[in-house]
């Protein structure tokens, strides 16, 4: 039996949200199991329902999509966020995947995209094209003074935790490199991730990586 994706809406319109709950809730295999109206009633909501995907507005009135993204991912990282804007604004789009989205969707997108986009990201994939991840590495190569100042908020040991991240490590390796517990690392990397303002470690190392490139 094929276990049903549970998805959680986030939009300030409550249109929005009846009309989404509308064509999702039919869909065999996809269950709504929560609807927010702004950031810190999703960030709750995240918590106590677990969704699978989430579908969230990028502008919410009491901060915005991205911040609540970052947010949830940070406390569950399988927690899939799919961002949706009215128009492809690149710098909201940039703001979105480094905090952790995995991607975003027009609000003009049609019924079957939306749905096939949920069935992408559940499987594990992604919304993005090569050429929006090439803006965002553009992008941070024209950041240096900004990813400066986010690398030298690090102390020594969240820099030599990060290396370690950026080597495809996993959390117990380090731990047994640098001697510490496994969840002494994930507090570590929770840290790590909040000073650089990024929502995956993945995103981490690439953010390292690219840094040592410029």
């Known amino acids: ?75 569950n990282p399988e927690i899939r966020v799919i961002m949706l804007t009215s128009y492809p604004d690149d710098d909201a789009v940039f703001s979105s995947i480094m905090a952790g989205a995995k991607g975003y969707l027009l609000k003009e997108v049609s019924t079957k995209g939306i749905v096939d986009a949920i069935k992408v990201i559940a499987d594990g ?40 991240i950026a080597e495809g490590k996993t959390n117990k390796e380090i731990g047994e490199i640098v001697s510490l517990s496994d969840k002494t690392i994930k507090n570590y990397v929770s840290n790590i991730l909040s000073k650089l303002q990024l929502g995956r470690r993945s995103a981490a190392a690439a953010f390292i990586t690219e840094f040592k490139h410029h």
């Open 1 to 75: 039996m094929v276990t049903e994706i549970k998805v959680m809406l986030v939009d300030d319109h409550q249109i929005v949200l009846e009309g989404l709950a509308a064509v999702l809730q039919p869909v065999e295999g996809i269950s709504i199991v929560g609807q927010a109206v702004n950031q810190s009633q999703a960030v709750d909501l995240a918590k106590k329902c677990l969704p699978d995907i989430i579908l969230m507005d990028v502008r919410l009135p009491d901060g915005s999509g991205i911040e609540a993204c970052r947010e949830i991912i940070q406390a």
């Open 125 to 164: 994939g992604s919304l993005l094209d090569p050429a929006i991840t090439g803006k965002i590495m553009k992008k941070l190569r024209h950041q240096p003074s900004e990813a400066e100042s986010r690398l030298a908020s690090l102390n020594q040991k969240e820099l030599d935790i990060l290396n370690l």
